[in-house]
T-cell receptor, first 110, second 116 residues
Framework: QKEVEQNSGPLSVPEGAIASLNCTYSDRGSQSFFWYRQYSGKSPELIMSIYSNGDKEDGRFTAQLNKASQYVSLLIRDSQPSDSATYLCAVRLNDYKLSFGAGTTVTVRA | NAGVMQNPRHLVRRRGQEARLRCSPMKGHSHVYWYRQLPEEGLKFMVYLQKENIIDESGMPKERFSAEFPKEGPSILRIQQVVRGDSAAYFC??????????????FGPGTRLTVL
């Protein structure tokens, strides 16, 4: 079983729609969860971090965490063409090491 | 406010040569992490360093790869006798707090290594 798994893509959504990204993790002791955005050929850019159960909103982005289900998600509201990228879910396995999912590629259709 | 800096951005080496990748952490950060991203794959942890100390190198191949973070200067990831399978993007990240649950790692632009 992979440490971090993301829903397979690619995900194509029309402009203005909601893009929903899912991630599950295997280590029940994980405490910290991150979503990074990576444009093609570029480096990962942190867009959200979440540490406790529930929702966390930042602009058009909402992260949701459910530790009992070992599940973390990212919603992108009012999707824009500039949101087209690969989204990486990362889980901190111990106090420093990040384990990444393979990523979900999102394409927003104008 | 300079972010994490890496150089070179692109590096081409022939099989058997050495590759040296450099990383300067963000100002105020003393914790450095190296990750490798193979084509069409996610990032994989390689090594975690603090100044003059390797804390965890469990993700780094036992042979040909080494890393250091000297008291002065950038962190260096060194790959000796490169092979084609080493072709990948190598990302450095840095953080300020290291081993705390809320610590955040910020990534540099990466070095894209191509082995001919």
């Amino acid at each position: 079983q992979k440490e971090v798994e993301q829903n397979s893509g690619p995900l194509s959504v029309p402009e203005g729609a909601i893009a929903s990204l899912n991630c599950t993790y295997s280590d029940r002791g994980s405490q910290s969860f991150f979503w990074y955005r990576q444009y093609s050929g570029k480096s990962p850019e942190l867009i959200m971090s979440i540490y406790s159960n529930g929702d966390k909103e930042d602009g058009r982005f909402t992260a949701q965490l459910n530790k009992a289900s070992q599940y973390v998600s990212l919603l992108i509201r009012d999707s824009q063409p500039s949101d087209s990228a690969t989204y990486l879910c990362a889980v901190r396995l111990n106090d420093y090491k990040l384990s990444f999912g393979a990523g979900t590629t999102v394409t927003v259709r104008a | 406010n300079a972010g994490v800096m890496q150089n070179p951005r692109h590096l081409v080496r022939r099989r058997g040569q050495e590759a040296r990748l450099r990383c300067s952490p963000m100002k105020g950060h003393s914790h450095v992490y190296w990750y490798r991203q193979l084509p069409e794959e996610g990032l994989k942890f390689m090594v975690y360093l603090q100044k003059e100390n390797i804390i965890d190198e469990s993700g780094m191949p036992k042979e040909r790869f080494s890393a250091e973070f000297p008291k002065e200067g950038p962190s260096i990831l060194r790959i000796q006798q490169v092979v084609r399978g080493d072709s990948a993007a190598y990302f450095c990240a840095s953080s300020s707090m290291g081993e705390t649950s809320t610590d955040t790692q910020y990534f540099g632009p990466g070095t894209r290594l191509t082995v001919l």
